[in-house]
């Protein structure tokens, strides 16, 4: 997912090209208060022409600010594909919200990282997402590479979206120019059981559909493993030696799953 400030329209255009999985059209820390109002109009045209070929989300100012009010009719009136919701904490605010319009939820302080299940669970939210920068800094903490400080907070986000059944998208990554981080971040969130992550540049996008993609490599091997799975069940065996590996029920389940991934991403 791709953030574009949405008071910069030649960002807004080019993001119409780019092969993210959908982009989010920010009205909150990338756009001064005085922008706040040409942000929201700058949302509302590009939701109104539309043309991006992928789901386009809004991200509000949050629930406490004076911003939220304008922002949240805005989005109702111009019907997004989603609600980015910043800095959630209280489940019960968020329950009220009664949209219609698929929530992802911020977490993004100490109070949303503890209450992280509650937020998963409300009715209506698709997934949560994680605000590093915000966290760091509510945490005292510091960015670090392999993200030691953060690793409790990540873990208890996947838990949470993986309790409530919903998605989770890991955070940016600020440094534009680091490649070499910005690919060992994304391995590191899809390995810790992210299902993608947030972007804010367009030079960030290969990796993140490279790293969180089916490689060919890993499509072949879940064809093999499912040919030996086949053939084990054949015997009538319900546990296999494969590859040096053993083999259940549960792996032929997810080389289902990777295989269904892989034509998906084909097209
Ligand atoms: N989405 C779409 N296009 C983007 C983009 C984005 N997030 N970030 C940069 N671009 C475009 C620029 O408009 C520029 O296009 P152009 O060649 O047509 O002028 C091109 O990519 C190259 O941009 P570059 O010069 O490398 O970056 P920049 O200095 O213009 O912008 C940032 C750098 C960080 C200010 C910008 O990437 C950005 O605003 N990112 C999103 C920030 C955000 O939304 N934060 C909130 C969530 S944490
Ligand atoms: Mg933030």
Known sequence: MLYVPADKPRAIDKARGL???AVVLDLEDAVLPAQKAAARAGAAQALREGG??????LRLNGLDTPHFQADLEAALLSAPAGIVLPKAEDPA??????????????IETPPGVLRAAELAAVPGVAGLMVGA???????RARATPGRLPLLSALSAVILAARAAGVLALDAVYNDLQDGAGLEAECIQGRDLGFDGRTLIHPGQIEAANRVYGVSEQEAQAARELLHAWQEAQGQGLGVVQHAGRMVEELHARQARHTLARWEAEQG
């Open 52 to 57: 991006f070929g992928k789901p386009v989300l």
């Open 93 to 106: 605010a968020v329950r009220e919200l009664h949209l219609g319009i698929p929530l992802w939820v911020m």
């Open 133 to 139: 920068n915000d966290l760091l800094l509510s945490l």
């Open 19 to 21: 092969p993210c999985d």
